[in-house]
């Protein structure tokens, strides 16, 4: 028995990527897909990689078309653009799973979204981080989700171990490096091949990235206390890949050894975090098109550092994929049904 | 019920990409991992991608190992350095299926073999590219595969059907572009990062690449007369995937329309290969990490010559998907099992 | 004395590359900037790398502003949109030069003009490729200079040796390789870096690229004879370099040698072009940011043809370094004056 | 005049940069080359992109050849690998410059040496990095130069303004991220271009990499007191390019126009290094090929942090430009000879 699902926004890269990995997944139909500009295009012509769907016509996104008229969508996954996913997702019905892949119900703290966002707060979800603390059971059987943002996944899966388990100071240093994709499929000029290939560049410097408030909200709830956040977000000459490299000053008497206990507890458990062994750093070539977390972490004691190191797909665990294995734990599928550990690699 | 295959290579970027589809393959069981110089090493310090198979240890590359000791492999994959399968699969016992990844046993004049390789022919064996006029026949229930090499599969499908068609003059002009995962993971100097980004290069020019012969063989068995190939291989700065044009004179009176006509029938039903829709070309990201081939081709009137272009993954349909689609058609599974046409993009 | 040097079009690729290199010509003086929509605007905000000119603000592209008002323009570059450079060179003056980097009088032939551009001819102007026969003495003394397209200079000089020393049959196969600065600065989805990072694919195929007749009408005047040209360019995941892959049937007699000395002879003199040692093959690493041509050629006897393959910087002796060597002549300058054979690499 | 130079280790990627710049510098006569292992080599097939040295032959690397047998060197550049300068320097005459693009002579602390080097300390020798405070003086008529390492020149011209204005806590926290070239040109498979394309990686983890004690060199100088450092580098997908994000807390009181004003004055009059305007960020693409360091700095109130971001050439200002410019100063010689801010982009 297969649950039918509806995408808005198939054009685009994280609507491109979910219908990668719906199509793998075996209780799935996939049914409405949408699009803006783009209604009306063959999926083939945009998406090319996504062959199966190459005739498959985008309709426009609206609700008549997300709750599906004659066959009704069990699922809805949103791949709007910031501040769209509300108005579309208040028309449809509470019994309709909703998964907004946008920012929109993300915050916590309607002012932090008002100052980042410059729009008024839609709300707050269940957060589709299910590797923190309490995480999963916020989602099982939830009918809305919000979908992290593809740092905040990185970064809160990389530092989340030293804070629980009160190893680090609240003053957490954050810099990560991102493949283009993570800019989305908008045609900007500094996004060009040719401004990118051979190029690191940081944006978003100083506080500014939306993204920060949302690591905040995350670092501080496992801290217990409120934690700042210095985060640098670098663009690399890749299409896909976050590198998260996150310090936090050790709090007196830690060991490196209590570091490696605290990680390897974090993750013991979890299907697609993986803690590598000593010695082994993450690379984002390893996780290429997977739902794979690969994390390190060292205790720099020269330094008095923990640095925690992750990498993941922006486009995989960093957005649809973590969608999808949201979506399986509200459903109470096996969380990873249609979902990979396994890279695309070299 | 599963086929218990060894993989002989499974350090290398062939025996690697083998494993990931294996891993996504229903009916396998991975047996035996190995390798040389690598034998005692932790595939997951070598192949860091492959999560579920990180505790798994080489073992070193002995017939006894690939045969299978307590438990016997049903199928042997040789991912071997050129001239090494031979020895090895002269070992294993008739019963096992022995699908040789390297180039030993693929061309069926010796002659040709020992003028581009410098060693005494080892034979032919069934060829694994069941595309190919009487291609799938070949491969059912055989217990001997020779998976084609990478820039053939790219070329041959690309233009026999202007030779099955009687399209074309016998004197084919090739230029194909590969990523680096074709030159292998042996460190050289000239296949450095820092060497290869940003750098378009040719080598072996002038008749001088080894899948030279095996190209004629297969355009030359699809024309019913010898055809010469003028190929020139170019390394690209991408990690994966090669992008095939070829051209040849069209013979008198061909128009577009019977071009178009010829490779639609070719392609019909085949589940790998997608003609695209007139106007879009082939790209090599699209087909990222599938076993997919996109081939457009136009007639250029003004030139008088049809140009037939195709986009694979080398190390997929080109290497390791192509072997598992082999065995799939020689075990009697659905052709399909365990691969995909749908490309990992952006 | 220096001239005083005025470039239209300075906000885009071609214009950025030729500030770049007009900046290290000590002959040179630099006057009015302009571009069309980012006029206002400082340089240092649309070209960084620039640094000694960020302070430069940018003109409208008018008549007046490039004719030099207060102080006169000596010389006029025309870094513009295929088919607008006629538009405003008519209203510049007889006495000043003008090096038209666009399309517009690159042709001999009104009808392949309106064929291939849709528009009105505009005219012929002397061909700045220098080292066709009979190049320089057109150059000399003019004041109108048209710079060849970047792949025809490519092929071009690949080829031109085999047809003026009677070595070719007139059916020429090309297929070129380019990095994306070749596509232009203006913003269009599938030049994003998420797009071409990665993957190889064709345009233009069959005929339809607008440098396919000028590369017929260089070969065809080297020939003596009309040749045909089947052309395929692709793009390649770099910002810069062509890779030309030109190929041609070897005339009834030809040998190795022969075709080795014409190359040596076509080439003994130049300043920028490079036959290289044999069995060494071009890079376009090794011209990155030059002014250098790498050639090398084969015989391939099993397949009857001559293989030429040429590596060039698309931005430097493609356009910019190529319309500067032009200028020099013209104004009697040392040819190679402002402009290196050096390469950036790695 | 010219000063007559030699260059040990002309083979490699730092060698090869240092002929490319000696070949634009206009008081330099290039004399021996040598190399080890490639010793008897043309140049042309070691570093194609050297046109005017292609027929060059590599000597061998010994006291004989460097000091210049019938025709003595004023200079002599040695790029050799971490610890073999020393050696060959001690025998080298006191009126030869000599200058040391390795380790050997950079620290002051021989502790620090033999711990991150595991070798006897050679000697501190004056530092090559001008536009530190006192740097030019220390270079001016010296006879030895040790160039500094590329990620200290990037790091060190981050961050010591906010040392120096007395802004920044002693505790800095870096993570760069370096093309490969940084990395060398021995082939390793890790550096393979199809491991590195597409792909971001840390290393030297946790205070491992041998530029840490450099970096605590330099910017405790600034501070006037102990600064720690956690540095985590990064290998990113590029041929070339330091980008150095780096952050220190601020002291109390700090303002952002206090850190605004204190860089400006640190690199007002300086030549190679440009503080951006407000608003606009360092890329690396901006500085390729070129001597010229971006900078911009922030004030991050919310984090507490100053955060200073560098982008510059690794194998330029981060080696052979860095060594070129000291150079230039030892001999009393403009500065800037031979040496440009202008970058090669896209």
């Given at each position: 028995m297969s649950v039918r699902v509806a995408v808005a926004g198939a054009s685009g890269y994280a609507g491109g990527e979910l219908l990668r990995l719906l199509l793998a997944h075996p209780g799935v139909e996939i049914g409405a897909l949408t699009g803006n500009s783009n209604a009306g295009q063959r999926l083939g012509s945009l998406q090319p990689h996504l062959a199966p769907l190459a005739e498959r016509v985008l309709e426009p996104t609206t609700a008549e078309v997300l709750a599906g008229q004659d066959r009704p969508h069990d699922v809805v996954f949103l791949a709007l653009p910031h501040g769209q996913s509300a108005a579309v997702a208040e028309q449809l019905g509470p019994d309709v799973l909703v998964v907004d892949m946008?920012?929109?119900?993300?915050?916590?703290?309607a002012a932090d979204w008002e100052a980042f966002y410059g729009s008024q707060h839609a709300g707050t979800w269940p957060y589709g981080l299910p590797e923190l603390p309490g995480g999963r059971a916020a989602l099982e059987g939830s009918k809305r989700i919000a979908v992290p943002g593809c740092y905040p996944t990185a970064v809160s899966l990389a530092l989340f171990p030293a804070y629980t388990a009160g190893l680090a100071e609240p003053e957490a240093v954050i810099v990560a490096a991102s493949g283009t994709?993570?800019?989305?499929?908008?045609?900007?000029p500094h996004l060009l091949g040719s401004e990118v290939m051979g190029s690191m560049s940081p944006y978003g410097v100083g506080g500014g990235h939306r993204h920060t408030p949302e690591m905040i909200q995350n670092l501080s709830a496992a801290a217990g206390e409120r934690v700042t956040v210095s985060f640098t977000p670098t663009l690399a000459p890749m299409p896909r890949g976050i590198l998260a490299t996150c310090t936090a000053k050790a709090r007196p008497g830690v060991t490196a050894a209590a570091v490696r206990t605290a990680y390897e507890k974090a993750f013991a458990d979890e299907p697609f975090v993986r803690l590598l062994p000593e010695g082994q750093w993450p690379a984002t070539a390893s996780v290429y098109g997977s739902n794979a977390v690969q994390v390190q972490v060292a205790y720099d004691q020269a330094a008095g550092r923990i640095i925690a190191i992750s990498a993941i797909d922006n486009l995989t665990k960093g957005t649809a994929g973590g969608a999808l294995q949201s979506m399986n734990i509200a459903l109470g599928l096996d969380e990873s049904t249609g979902l990979t550990t396994i890279g695309v690699a070299p």
């Open positions: 946008g920012a929109d119900h993300r915050l916590a703290d994709s993570g800019a989305g499929k908008a045609a900007k």
